[in-house]
Nanobody, 123 residues
Framework: QVRLVESGGGLVQTGGSLRLSCVFS????????MGWFRQASGKEREFVAGISRSADTTVRDSVKGRFTISRDNAENTVNLQMNNLKPEDTAVYYCAARGGSTLVLDPNQYNTWGQGTQVSVSS
């Protein structure tokens, strides 16, 4: 059974950095397409970044140049490095996995989710 556990969230000031980690257990992470999503209070869950089985990556336009997704196959983790954080990045961040090889942005295409980690950016 696949299990995802996120960590690394917290409270930072505008311009600060955080590194989120998602530990993947039960299978090997490189067999899955992985995504980071976020959900702000009162808003729908949205795609932030993803990495395919072949290590292709994509990020949403609003975080380009600031966020980087990476995968460590040896540690079975997927990381999200977030730099130059802004108040609009405040949300609960979720790690998700899907068994397909295609990198997709629709959260409904991911079938395994972590519990989420809170990221708060103060102005």
């Amino acid at each position: 059974q696949v299990r995802l556990v996120e960590s690394g969230g917290g409270l930072v000031q505008t311009g600060g950095s955080l590194r989120l980690s998602c530990v993947f257990s039960g299978r090997t992470v490189y067999l899955y397409t992985m995504g980071w999503f976020r959900q702000a209070s009162g808003k729908e869950r949205e795609f932030v970044a993803g990495i395919s089985r072949s290590a292709d990556t994509t990020v949403r336009d609003s975080v380009k140049g600031r966020f980087t997704i990476s995968r460590d196959n040896a540690e079975n983790t997927v990381n999200l490095q977030m730099n130059n954080l802004k108040p609009e990045d405040t949300a609960v961040y979720y790690c998700a996995a899907r068994g397909g090889s295609t990198l997709v942005l629709d959260p409904n295409q991911y079938n395994t989710w972590g519990q989420g980690t809170q990221v708060s950016v103060s102005s």
